[in-house]
């Protein structure tokens, strides 16, 4: 038995032309943006600061060079000096140094080496911490998240002591950002605590672990009243755990920098590099030996002075890690989801018990 086909239900050549012709309309009229790799685009999308590109150029390079242009001047000075005596001949015991430039070479090897160790060392910490701030917006997330979703709401006030609680997470890396610059607790978590938390931690000498234990006090009552289950306090707990221990490895990187004698020894090294190159340069160079002692000091001093800066990447230097920007994107979070996200009843993602 053939079954009969129904003309009405098969489409027209004529209307799938029209369907292929708008749809190539609609993707000809709305093109897709190439990403933008500007300077500015970039910056911005690292610390939320809309800039030029050469406000940033400006920004970035401005913490490095004021504090080697007293040095860089000071070499370049040096250099003028000794082509000055290499003019009136003062310098003829010196150019008599027949193993000069190896040593110069030498140094020039050794002080590389240890530069380009120097600045891996410290890029190492800055991107461990970046990390571990990646880590502490997950964690801040899923735990108020957690929060919103497994303690049930018997009562009128456990909404409020809810969103306090909540309040709290996001609270605890902006006192972990003040903790970690070595500030005290102050007026950013204000709006984010209770005026009795907000007296005590301006009174704590750790304010980041008393957040952390009123978090997981909260949640301990939360249990002993029934409104959270044993495997979700415990889930819950874990977070709270590791929110912990990422403050503890912040810690760990701040307390402990490039060894002082490695700091040391590459500090010698460079002012010995310094006393010696214009030395065996002069000859060649004559009277240019002060600008080009002055860009040689320049590369040198500027890659030291990068690896020192970065290396506690917690502060408030162009080049440190954007706290602030991450701090204001973990409390935008948390208040979103308070103000903003319905229970999944209102949505229509629980069924409905049928009488």
């Known amino acids: 038995m053939v079954t009969p086909i129904n003309k009405n239900s098969s489409p027209r050549k004529g209307d799938l032309n029209l369907k292929i012709v708008s749809s190539q309309q609609k993707q ?107 880590s502490m917006v997950n964690r801040a997330r899923n735990l108020s998240r957690g929060i919103w979703i497994y303690i049930q709401e018997r009562e009128s006030s456990d909404r409020t002591e809810k969103e306090k609680s909540m309040k709290l997470v996001a609270a605890f890396p902006i006192a972990m950002k003040l903790h970690l610059r070595r500030e005290a607790m102050n007026s ?69 920098p490039v060894p002082l004698i490695y700091t040391i020894t590459l500090k010698i090294l460079l002012f010995v590099y310094f006393l010696i190159v214009p030395l065996g340069l002069v000859e060649s160079l004559g009277w240019e030996t002060g600008p080009a002692m002055a860009f040689i000091s320049l590369m040198f001093l500027t890659i030291n002075e990068i690896g020192s800066e970065i290396e506690e990447p917690f502060g408030k230097d162009p080049n440190d890690l954007p706290l602030d920007f991450i701090c204001n994107t973990i409390q935008r979070n948390v208040e979103d989801l308070i103000y903003h996200a319905p229970s999944s009843s209102q949505l229509g993602f629980r069924s409905r018990k049928v009488a």
């Open 28 to 134: 000809a009229s709305s093109p897709k943006t190439p990403r933008s790799k500007s300077l500015g685009d970039r910056f911005y999308r690292y610390t939320g600061e809309k800039l030029k590109w050469w406000q940033v150029m400006f920004r970035i390079i401005g913490t490095v060079i004021p504090h080697i242009l007293p040095w860089v001047l000071l070499c370049g000075a040096y250099g003028l000096v000794i082509s000055l005596l290499d003019h009136f001949g003062h310098l003829s015991s010196v150019d008599d140094i027949k193993a000069l430039p190896q040593i110069v070479v030498a140094l020039n090897v050794v002080l590389s080496l240890l530069l380009v160790f120097r600045t891996n060392t410290a890029h190492d910490h800055f991107w461990e911490g970046r990390k571990l701030w990646g």
């Open 188 to 256: 950013e978590l204000e709006p984010l605590l209770s005026p009795q938390q907000y007296e005590r931690i301006l009174q704590t000498s750790h304010g980041p672990l008393e957040i952390a234990f009123w978090i997981g006090d909260y949640l301990q009552h939360q249990y002993e009243r029934q409104n959270l289950h044993i495997f979700q306090l415990t889930d819950l707990q874990k977070m709270v755990d590791d929110s912990v221990d990422i403050l503890g490895a912040c810690e760990r990187i701040l307390k402990t």
